[in-house]
């Protein structure tokens, strides 16, 4: 890619890897947050499929059954107040060198039924230092009795609360 808009280089990366087939029932959307660090930084975090504690607000808690691969699960716990307290979820795929991390939820006591979600990041420059461009997006089953706008609302909620936590840590000098 010649092009070094930010805004296009954006619209790129979210045509490459970002768009979730959907049936009627189901909804999707596309996140992103500028995080003022290097990508390798900002990687190391988000790739700890083992621990999304480090950054995923309402996480409790993770157990990993097996280590950090494709196929291998992980139980999460929630924090009390919100509608649930476990989800269980697969690690589909985790690339090192391209930074993308895939997972979809197989279960648990909670509304996301179908859940899928996929990070990527992306180095850029802010201000004449590296920077990094997380993108996630995500696709589910809309809850009976809700409408895709309100799925949409209450996904998108978690995964800003996610990107500002992550943007904190990874912002703070090492």
Same mark, same amino acid.
């Given at each position: 890619?010649?092009?070094?808009?930010?805004?296009?280089?954006?619209?790129?990366?979210?045509? #490459?890897?970002? =768009? =979730?087939?959907?049936?009627? =029932? #189901?909804?999707?959307?596309?996140?992103?947050?500028?995080i003022r660090a290097p990508v390798d930084v900002v990687w190391s975090t988000v790739r700890k499929f083992d621990e999304p504690q480090n950054y995923k607000t309402f996480v409790k808690s993770c157990i990993m059954h097996g280590d950090v691969r494709p196929g291998n699960i992980r139980e999460v716990c929630v924090i009390s107040g919100l509608p649930a307290t476990t989800s269980l979820e697969m690690l589909e795929m985790l690339d090192d060198e391209q930074h993308i991390m895939c997972y979809r939820v197989l279960g648990g006591d909670h509304r996301l039924r179908n859940y899928k979600s996929v990070v990527t990041l992306h180095p850029e420059t802010m201000n004449g230092k590296p920077g990094t461009l997380v993108i996630e997006s995500f696709s589910v089953d809309v809850p009976d009795g809700n409408t895709k706008d309100d799925a949409k609302f209450f996904v998108e909620a978690l995964i800003k609360c996610n990107l500002k936590t992550l943007a904190d840590i990874c912002e703070k000098p090492q």
């Open positions: 890619m010649t092009n070094t808009d930010p805004a296009l280089l954006e619209g790129e990366y979210i045509a #490459q890897r970002h =768009h =979730h087939e959907t049936l009627e =029932h #189901q909804a999707s959307s596309v996140l992103s947050k500028r």
